[in-house]
């Protein structure tokens, strides 16, 4: 079941819960063992050799379970680039290190089917129940998600503690597999700021993306990732008109190579969700344009 995007938290008859960072993951547990699969169908199990440990959590026989893996680090913090270097491990020896220097823990929220019995129709609180009833977190790397009845609460909560966001879920609400409807609504925190376009890419001759960058205190340009969602017809066609007549030679330390830089004459204003581990914008969506003030250099 997927999250549809909301703008405001849900009032009604909702639980909330915290929005985890990480990669969504189905195990399918029996006292045969574990399988992992992604929300991509693909089989995860030997990246996660920690979830080996399942069968001796679940009080059954057999169980489906729907959560989100993550890679903790502060708090209740999570390193989403750490998270996607455990998701793409292949070698075994490296998938063992990794195991120990950047451990997950599995944040279980649902179970879809318990003895053999599917239960994705049965009301969510009671979902939540047998969940509860039927599997022991180990306090190491399985965990079950805690609700909270105040949205408003939780939601400031996470903003001050530098979190993703949160999730509201209809009390009553089935799994629907594969579906995106408001009975399970995300709501996320951006960020917001204003970047100095030092380039562009384009595709079919036309701007599809635009290099951000900040100054430096001592002169020059840092750079600070590349964003095209949110790109509209009309700026895409005045972009592939205008930046060409800013091209310029040198290029800040960084810069893509299918890139083309320009004079640092324009800025946008883009709202993402946080900054990476190497100092650059994730998710970014461009909302608007102005030209850069003469004291901005």
């Known amino acids: 079941m997927k999250l549809m995007t909301a703008g405001e938290v849900p009032r009604g008859n909702f639980i909330y819960q915290l929005k985890w960072d990480g990669v969504r993951m189905l195990s399918f547990v029996s006292v045969s063992g574990v399988i992992l699969q992604n929300k991509q169908l693909r089989i995860r199990t ?20 729907d959560g989100e893996i993550v890679v903790p680090t502060e708090g209740l913090r999570t390193s989403f680039q750490s998270v996607i270097r455990r998701d793409f491990a292949s070698n ?12 997950i823990h599995y944040i279980i929220f649902d179970i879809l089917q318990l003895d053999g019995q599917t239960i994705a129709t049965t009301p969510l609180e009671e979902r939540l129940s047998l969940l ?6 180990d306090g190491e790397n399985v965990t079950l998600i805690e609700d909270f009845p105040d949205g408003l609460a939780l939601y400031a909560a996470t903003k001050e503690m530098g979190m993703e966001g949160i999730v509201a879920k209809e009390k009553a609400s089935a799994y629907l597999s594969g579906e995106r409807t408001s009975l399970w609504q995300k709501i996320k925190h951006r960020l917001r700021e204003t970047f100095i376009v030092l380039g562009y890419t384009t595709r079919d001759g036309l701007v599809n993306s635009l290099v951000l960058g900040s100054a430096e205190a001592e002169g020059g340009y840092l750079f600070k990732g590349r964003a095209g969602s949110g790109l509209t017809s009309e700026h895409i066609h005045m972009l592939t008109a205008e930046l060409p007549k800013l091209h310029i030679a040198s290029r800040p330390q960084g810069f893509p190579k299918d890139g083309t830089p320009v004079h640092p004459h324009l800025q946008v204003d883009i709202e993402f969700m946080e900054w990476t581990e190497d100092g650059v914008v994730r998710a970014p969506s461009i909302k608007g344009f102005s030209v850069r003030g003469e004291q901005s250099g």
């Open 92 to 103: 075994p020896s490296v998938i063992k290190v990794m195991s120990q220097t950047l451990p």
């Open 132 to 137: 509860r009833r039927y599997v022991r977190p």
């Open 46 to 65: 030997a990246q996660y050799p920690e979830l080996q440990k399942l069968p001796r959590l679940l009080k059954a026989r057999q169980a489906v379970l």
